[in-house]
């Protein structure tokens, strides 16, 4: 049986449930390597998963150059689950990576190739 999908309302009530600290946001390069980065709760509300959450994508290898680096990870909320192995509570995402001027799925991002296919 197929769990249910998640909703951005669901995912704040895990968050307040489960007395989480912090979000890690995921998702992978083109290699197929983890890439994440954690931030408070101060960085969450249920905007984020239209709106997304800004990076510097010179970080990744193989992605953008420094002066052209901003990106948004925008997260999934289908995806999130608390991950225990984190000594503080943490929420986890799976996120697409985002061009945030078009808005549209970043052709290096697998998670965005996946979808557009």
């Given amino acids: 049986m ?20 912090l979000v890690d946001f995921k998702f992978t390069d083109l290699p197929g390597t ?9 960085e969450y509300n249920e905007d984020i998963f239209t709106d997304g959450l800004g ?11 420094i002066n052209a680096s901003d990106m948004l990870v925008v997260p999934d909320p289908a995806t999130a689950w608390i991950d225990i192995f ?9 996120c697409t990576i985002v061009d945030p001027i078009t808005r549209e799925p970043y052709d290096r991002d697998p998670r965005g190739l996946a979808e557009k296919a």
Avoid: C, Y
């Avoid at 998640?6 to 489960?18: G, Q, Y």
């Avoid at 983890?34 to 101060?42: G, I, P, R, V």
């Fill in 2 to 21: 197929a769990k249910d999908k998640k909703t951005p309302s669901d995912v704040s009530k895990m968050i307040k449930d489960r007395e989480v600290k």
């Fill in 34 to 42: 983890w890439q994440h980065f954690t931030t408070t709760l101060t």
């Fill in 55 to 65: 990076f510097d994508g010179s970080s990744i290898r193989g992605w953008k150059v």
């Fill in 86 to 94: 984190n000594a503080e509570p943490t929420l986890s995402l799976i």
